[in-house]
């Protein structure tokens, strides 16, 4: 007689933990990897080591924000929706004349930001940026 000798089958289970290790691992990879998006920000010309030229009061287009937030171009006071005009007139005379902002250190951050942006959309190709004397 012979004995039926009976296999337990055995169930079968796939592990699935180092596949998952691999997925997590390739999940951070490509998180490291990524390239995300980059803030816009306004470009400045930093000042260098060299000497510069001093330069009249007449030939810049001298832009002043004070603390309450008025802004004074050429001795008149101006809103901030007419910027962009008169720094795009001055520069019709001027053709090369580099815009000054003169601001004051109390003067809203935010104002300087928005007149820097005006004489950049304006055309101006340099633009400063000065602290209001005391």
Avoid at 37 to 47: A, M
Avoid at 74 to 95: C, F, M, P, Y
């Amino acid at each position: 007689m012979r004995r039926k000798i009976s296999h337990r089958e055995e169930d079968a289970e796939i592990n699935i933990t180092p596949m998952l290790d691999v997925v997590f691992i390739m999940l951070i990879f490509f998180i490291v990897t990524t390239s995300f998006v980059s803030e816009i920000g306004v470009d400045l010309n930093r000042p260098s080591n060299q000497p510069k030229k001093e330069q009249k009061i007449s030939e810049v287009i001298a832009i002043r924000i004070e603390k309450t937030g008025r802004i004074v171009i050429q001795g008149r006071t101006i809103d901030i929706r007419a910027v962009r005009a008169n720094i795009e007139s001055s520069l019709a005379a001027k053709a090369d004349a580099p815009v000054v902002i003169i601001a004051d250190r109390e003067s809203d951050a935010g104002l300087l930001v928005r007149v820097i942006d005006q004489a950049r959309v304006a055309g101006a190709e340099t633009v400063s940026l000065a602290a209001a004397a005391r």
